[in-house]
Each structure stands twice: as structure tokens, then as C-alpha cells.
């Protein structure tokens, strides 16, 4: 395992971690963690290690405004250039690249796959449809951190999360899926409270071409352990499309 910094096109520095592949690689996978995550934290490494022991390279770090990386974090505008930037330091290593985003970082990967027809694959993990937080307590401090100067204050001094304070209002999420040419997997827990399933089945029915959908049984939100198998099984999955196609769904 290594680290590495990585520089985006409008020059924000990422910090990021290298997971090398047990035995022979067979891609690599760029793991984008979610809204205040970072690449350290133990449900990302677990993620990570298990992709390395199934033969992937995985290349994960912190979005720009979190943790030891620069800039400010812009929920969901400005992230997809984060995944870019890592992307391409995955194809230094590998041809066949798979990014793999939870909730924001699904986000961002999603819109990032708009751009890029070269990837392997993409895969959506508890990813929204559309900008609507919950109305419950999940939601509310999530709107407080976000939408309020005390709360990005607290953000930033408790969570390690620097917020930009101008909301950009990037396209949701279900407006991307139908731009996307590579093969896309959406997975969801069916026990998320924070984005509910509904919002995966919104994003597989406006895709454009091959993708499938995975609801798993007692999953939460984001990278939850209980993913880790659906996610190993929807890289597997990227990995047996024809490449540069977008085939008929399965």
C-alpha cells in the first residue's frame, strides 16, 4: 500500500492511497468515498481490500474539501473532475478502469462517466436520483451542514469537511444515466435511510444502454460490509461487456 498525491485539471491536490492487486491484476478500480468519508476510514479500506484480494488495483483518496486533500467540497458539482484526475492515474497503471462511488461519490462518478467513454465500467453505490434529502433526522443534519454557516463551521472544525458555501445545483443524478456509454451498475441497500431504493430504480430506468440493478437485503448506506459482495460481483460484471459497446441490458 502506498500513497500519492494527485492534481485535477483546475488544479486541486487529492491525497490518495494505492491498494496493489493480490496475484495477477486484472484492472483497476478507482473506490470514491462518500460525503464526509475519507479513504482512511475502515468501511472504504475494507471495500478496497477486498477488491485488491479478487485481483484489482484500487486507487481511492479524499475528495477535494475533505480531510488531507485541498479545495472545497461542492456536492456533487466540481467532483467528477476529482474522479477524473484519478482515472487517468489508473490508466498509467491499466487500460481497463472501473470507478466505484458511494452516495456523493456515486454522484461523481456518474457524471464523471458522461465524459469518459473509455472506462471499463461504472458503479453507483446508494447513489441519489434527484436533490431531495429525507425528512428525518439523517436529513436534517445533513441540510444543516450543508446549507447553513454554522454548520459548514462544524463541518470543517469536526468532520474534516471543508463546504463550498454557493450551491452550484449540478444536474441530478437521473439526468446523467442516459448520457452514460459504459456499462453501468447501480447498487442500494434496501435499509438506506438516508437515500431510499426508489432512487437506484430511477437511475437504472433512465439509463442508455447495459446496466443492471442490485437491492441488497439489510444494506445501509454507502459502503456498508454487507455491499461488499454485490460490489465485487458488479466490477465482475463491467468486466465481461464488450468492450467500448453499450449492450442490451441483462
Known amino acids: 500500500m502506498s500513497r500519492f498525491t494527485i492534481t485535477t485539471a483546475d488544479g486541486v491536490v487529492l491525497t490518495a492511497r494505492h491498494h496493489p492487486a493480490s496475484g495477477?491484476?486484472?484492472s483497476v478500480v478507482v473506490l470514491v468515498p462518500?460525503?464526509?468519508a475519507s479513504k482512511d476510514d475502515p468501511e472504504v479500506v475494507a471495500v478496497a481490500e477486498a477488491l485488491s484480494s479478487a485481483g484489482h488495483d484500487v486507487i481511492s483518496y479524499d475528495a477535494r474539501g475533505h480531510h488531507t486533500s485541498g479545495g472545497l467540497c461542492t456536492l456533487g458539482y466540481s467532483e467528477w473532475l476529482d474522479v477524473a484526475a484519478a482515472t487517468q492515474a489508473a490508466r498509467d497503471r491499466d487500460e481497463r478502469v472501473v470507478t466505484v462511488g458511494a452516495s456523493l461519490g456515486g454522484v461523481a462518478v456518474l457524471r464523471h462517466a458522461t465524459h469518459d467513454?473509455?472506462?471499463?465500467?461504472?458503479v453507483a453505490v446508494s447513489s441519489p436520483a434527484r436533490w431531495r434529502l429525507p425528512h428525518n433526522i439523517r436529513g436534517f443534519f445533513s441540510t444543516f451542514l450543508t446549507r447553513t454557516r454554522l454548520g459548514r463551521?462544524?463541518?470543517?472544525r469536526k468532520l474534516g469537511v471543508k463546504?463550498?458555501?454557493?450551491?452550484?445545483?449540478?444536474?441530478?443524478?437521473a439526468d446523467l444515466t442516459g448520457r452514460?456509454?459504459?456499462?453501468?451498475?447501480?447498487i442500494h441497500g434496501d435499509a438506506d435511510q438516508m437515500i431510499p431504493p426508489t432512487a437506484a430504480t430511477q437511475l437504472v430506468d433512465g439509463s442508455y444502454g447495459a446496466a443492471r440493478l442490485d437491492i441488497v437485503p439489510g444494506m445501509g448506506h454507502a459502503f456498508d460490509p454487507l455491499g461488499i459482495p454485490a460490489i465485487l460481483d458488479?466490477?465482475?460484471?463491467t468486466l465481461r461487456q464488450p468492450a467500448h459497446e453499450s449492450p442490451a441490458r441483462p
Open 24 to 26: 495477477r491484476r486484472r
Open 163 to 173: 463546504i463550498d458555501p454557493v450551491w452550484a445545483d449540478p444536474p441530478p443524478p
Open 234 to 237: 458488479a466490477v465482475d460484471w
Open 117 to 122: 467513454r473509455d472506462l471499463t465500467g461504472v
Open 34 to 36: 462518500g460525503f464526509t
Open 180 to 186: 452514460i456509454r459504459v456499462p453501468l451498475a447501480v
Open 153 to 156: 463551521a462544524l463541518a470543517e
